[in-house]
């Protein structure tokens, strides 16, 4: 999650060169693209060849993110994020610097409420050594008393600065209340006595019961031949241990509060997020879900609520919605930012357009115009390696299949207007809405307590 803060310039300059040359390949990422590889002992990783290019990209994915940080120990899995490249095995944290900046590889780590995630970067010439410093950073992390304590005192000056911040207090004080009871309402990074009271220990623990090739994912794109990339992922994974911690977390629904609270702070312009229960990945309707959040708020210049908020009325710069799914919940997540004068009527606008189509669904022109954006902006979007090596990952953390990238399209064009008016009355409901404000708004109070 801060691993960005280390990344050495001769890094960026190197990768500049090679993103620049990536942005002429466009080689259209389909289904047949995909090889599925297994070593022989037992990694699985998908892998798009694409020989042209001399460099690859490499994501691994481990099941289980901040949602599985021990009680009191909230930042666990980010902390740890920023401390894997910071020495491992013989190399203390300069001398492993030093060989990734050596040899131009990028390499970082980040923890989400899912899972815990790492990027590998590296021309195909350094390969054998790029895996070699990932299996050091996984398994052989040194955790000395200077790079833990460094890497402890950014993060938690980060969380000091950010609690001052109108949308991370409007954040947490909404996810506190959408999971009250659940590990997705606690802060992901931590508050300041939960990352002190993390130790070297609990690293350690956590290094040795979550790192396992159960819950291990990888995605590799780039110049690399199976048969290579076979050997290596048994020499960066093989010693894993099989098996790890159960990933102990719960299904639950987002609570449908329905009600306002409004954070009083002295500043011009007011925050405002609001969300209610949505659908997970998984879940039969989510594309017509997709479908009908782009109408409503999910096309930034074409939506209903842009057209509404900001261009009609000039209320505020951005307005937004989006669904918003997770393994074990899903959400329909927006927000506004506006001058502390205009947020009321921004609120009002806004729970109208909701309600429009929770009651009346959407044109014709418009489901049309969201699925051809839907279906021809996603290939769009796979510009890089690292990208598409981002897309190999998330297609088996989801259980999409191998196939699922030619099915896509076809699954976005089934959707009828009947689906999206199912979905929108199933989804939209504005007396469920939980809605959080930060600042100083005119006529807008907090809910009063039941």
Do not use: C
Not at 36 to 50: D, F, I, K, N, Q
């Amino acid at each position: 999650m801060i691993g960005f803060l280390k990344a050495p310039f001769g890094v960026f300059l190197a990768l500049f060169a090679v993103a620049v040359g990536l942005l002429l390949w466009a080689t259209p990422l389909r289904a047949a693209n995909i090889q599925e590889v297994r070593s022989p002992g037992g990694v699985t990783a998908w892998l798009v060849e694409e020989p042209s290019i001399p460099m690859l990209a490499v994501e691994i994915h481990f099941r289980g993110g901040t949602s599985l940080d021990p009680a009191g120990k909230e930042g666990l899995a980010n902390l740890l994020s920023g401390l894997l490249d910071e020495g491992a095995g013989a190399l203390d944290s300069q001398s492993f610097q030093a060989r990734l900046e050596d040899l131009a590889i990028s390499l970082s780590f980040d923890a989400g409420r899912d899972g815990f995630s790492g990027s590998l970067r590296t021309l195909t010439e350094n390969a054998e050594a790029a895996f070699d410093l990932l299996r050091l950073a996984l398994s052989e992390p040194r955790f000395d008393p200077e790079p833990v304590e460094r890497i402890r005192s950014q993060v938690i000056s980060g969380i000091r600065a950010r609690a001052e911040n109108p949308n991370t207090i409007a954040g947490e004080t909404l996810f506190r209340t959408l999971y009250p009871d659940h590990p997705y309402g606690r802060p992901a990074r931590g508050t300041p006595k939960s990352v002190a009271a993390i130790t070297v220990d609990d690293l350690r623990t956590f290094v040795a019961e979550r790192f396992a090739k159960e819950n291990l994912i990888v995605g590799v794109v780039g110049d690399i031949s199976p048969e290579r990339l076979s050997v290596l992922l048994d020499r960066t994974f093989g010693g894993l241990p099989a098996g790890g911690q159960d990933i102990d977390v719960p299904e639950t629904p987002a609570v449908a509060a329905g009600r306002v609270e409004v954070i009083r702070r002295p500043i011009p312009q007011s925050v405002l997020m609001w969300a209610m229960p949505g659908i997970k990945r998984n879940d039969p309707d989510y594309f017509a879900a997709v479908l009908m959040n782009r109408v409503l708020g999910g096309g930034s210049f074409t939506s209903r609520l842009y057209a509404e908020v900001r261009e009609k009325r000039g209320l505020a710069y951005s307005v937004y919605s989006a669904v918003v799914p997770y393994e074990r919940s899903g959400i329909i997540l927006g927000g506004v930012g506006t001058q502390n004068g205009q947020l009321g009527e921004s609120l009002s606008l806004i729970r109208t357009e909701i309600d429009k189509v929770a009651r009346d669904g959407i044109t014709a022109s418009e489901l049309k115009a969201a699925k051809t954006y839907t279906t021809g902006a996603f290939p769009l979007s796979l510009d890089t390696n690292a990208r598409i090596a981002n897309v190999l990952v998330t297609l088996q953390i989801l259980d999409l299949g191998i196939d699922y990238l030619e099915r896509r399209a076809e699954l976005v064009n089934r959707v009828t207007l009947d689906d999206v008016k199912r979905v929108a009355r199933r989804l939209l409901d504005i007396e469920a809405m939980t809605v959080v404000v930060v600042g100083d708004p005119v006529g807008v109070e907090s809910t009063p307590s039941p």
